[in-house]
């Protein structure tokens, strides 16, 4: 009599079934962030929706829904974040310098550094029209408080003006790094036979021509 051997086999899990056992309730969310950010730096924002996401982070369709209502809070959450990054390196800056002059230009070159490594933070942080803020109280607080960074050295100015002079910072800033990251600054030195970043010199250096003593 011949006795066979029953073999057993393991079951291949899929790599995304054992990610999905490995996360904890927290982890799966910045998963999530992550992978969206992932998702925006190399095919674009257009690009984004939870289903996606969850397939770029390797769990279920359905699995986003636990931590978000929707793609637009998913951007809020990142924007917010966003936000509370560019709040820390502004307020590094402002207090690594000395004088409300150095400091306000300090924070633009930070401002347009934060844009040229978060190249894709940046771009959710400003598509309202996509991260709803006016829904995410969080991200529009957020906001606010970066912005409030430049508002209270702008205050120690004395401008006669310092409504006026602080939303101008901020479109000078804002525009030198939109600049930057759609490549029009590159383009603009390779022309010129400069660096993007000799542009950036130079344009903050103009700047610092014009601010009030």
């Known amino acids: 009599m011949v006795v066979k051997k029953r073999v057993t086999y393991a079951r291949e899990m899929p790599d995304g079934e054992r990610k999905r056992s490995s996360y904890h309730h927290g982890a799966l969310r910045e998963e999530l962030m992550e992978a969206c950010v992932r998702l925006v730096e190399t095919e ?5 929706s939870l289903r996606r996401v969850a397939r770029e982070a390797g769990v279920s369709p359905g699995a986003p829904y636990h ?3 929707d793609r637009a809070a998913l951007l809020a959450a ?7 990054r560019l709040t820390t390196d502004l307020e590094a800056v402002r207090s690594d310098v000395d004088g409300f002059r150095a400091a ?8 347009v550094d934060f844009a040229r490594h978060n190249r894709a933070y940046f771009q959710m942080m400003f598509r309202p029209e996509l991260s709803q803020p006016e829904k995410n109280p969080d991200a529009r ?5 970066a912005f409030g960074v ?3 050295v702008v205050a120690e100015c004395g401008a006669e ?3 006026g002079l602080a939303v101008s910072l901020w479109a000078f800033g804002h525009g030198l790094a939109s600049l930057a990251i759609d490549g029009q600054l590159d383009r603009r030195g390779e022309h010129w036979n400069v660096s ?3 542009l950036i010199r130079r344009a903050v250096h103009f700047l610092d021509t014009v601010l009030p003593d």
Request: hydrophobic share 50%; glycine share 10%; net charge negative.
């Open 161 to 163: 003006d310092p409504d």
């Open 196 to 198: 993007e970043d000799d």
């Open 78 to 84: 990142i924007s917010a974040r966003g936000f509370q």
């Open 44 to 48: 674009g924002i257009g690009a984004v």
């Open 67 to 69: 931590h978000f209502e």
């Open 141 to 145: 607080a957020a906001g606010d408080a």
């Open 104 to 111: 306000l230009l300090a924070m633009v070159v930070a401002y």
């Open 150 to 152: 430049l508002t209270t």
